[in-house]
């Protein structure tokens, strides 16, 4: 009975000890050191990628954002972001995707109202745009709703409405866009992108607004 008690003792005192080491390895200086050494080599990624114009935080260039005016350049559309609607002291908006099928009618008719949109918002005297022209993350939605970036294309099919609504040259804008325009990562992985959010940045700081 007593070797049972002492036996068991020693099995907790060594749980017990086990705990407390990993709990301060995995909870305090692993983390600690993660941290230090993502704000060594990454900070502007460790505090999550943020974009500042006049000395503010407006944003992050990983999360794309909606209702810009008129008078900047347009995202994908977010069909798929939700309200928080469980706890309503937060207001919270829920990624997620539209999870319609290509052959879905509500689908179908979201993808022709938004291109007839694109082309009448883009379209400017002198240079109508035409349904062909408009690429499908003008008219689609992302996985998360929340992709941050278009597509070149979408981005070259809104220079002349932006110009013209910010009196700016189209030469200048497209400058502006071909300047904010990456390349495939690494070269190869993915698609050439444009970043919204730093895109509109540049172009308020290029307006003086």
């Known amino acids: 009975m007593n070797n049972s008690v002492t036996n068991t003792a020693r099995l907790l005192g ?4 086990a705990l407390l080491v990993l709990t301060v390895v995995c909870g305090v200086l692993y983390p600690l050191a993660v941290t230090g050494v993502a704000q060594a080599l990454f900070p502007a990624k460790a505090d999550g990628s943020q974009i ?14 909606q209702n ?18 469980v706890n309503t002291r937060y207001q919270l908006i829920l990624s997620g995707a539209t999870n319609r099928s290509g052959d879905n009618a509500e689908l179908i008719e979201w993808v022709r109202e938004a291109k007839a949109k694109v082309v009448r918002d883009n379209s400017t005297p002198g240079h109508p745009v035409r349904p062909s022209q408009v ?5 689609t939605s992302s996985g998360s709703g929340l992709d941050p970036d ?4 979408y981005a070259r099919l809104q220079i002349h409405r932006v110009a013209e609504r910010n009196d700016l040259p189209v030469a200048r804008v497209r400058a ?3 300047a ?5 990562t690494l070269g190869f992985m993915g698609e050439p992108r444009v970043n919204v959010l ?3 940045t540049a172009l308020k700081e290029l307006t003086g607004r």
């Open 150 to 153: 278009i597509s070149p294309a």
């Open 198 to 200: 730093e895109l509109n």
């Open 180 to 184: 904010h325009t990456e390349g495939r």
């Open 52 to 65: 500042t114009s006049d000395g503010r935080v407006v944003g992050s260039s990983l999360i794309g954002q």
């Open 14 to 17: 060594a749980g017990l000890r």
């Open 135 to 139: 690429p499908a993350d003008a008219v």
């Open 176 to 178: 502006l866009v071909d």
């Open 68 to 85: 810009y005016g008129p008078d900047y350049f347009q995202p994908r559309p977010a069909n798929g972001l939700g309200q928080n609607s």
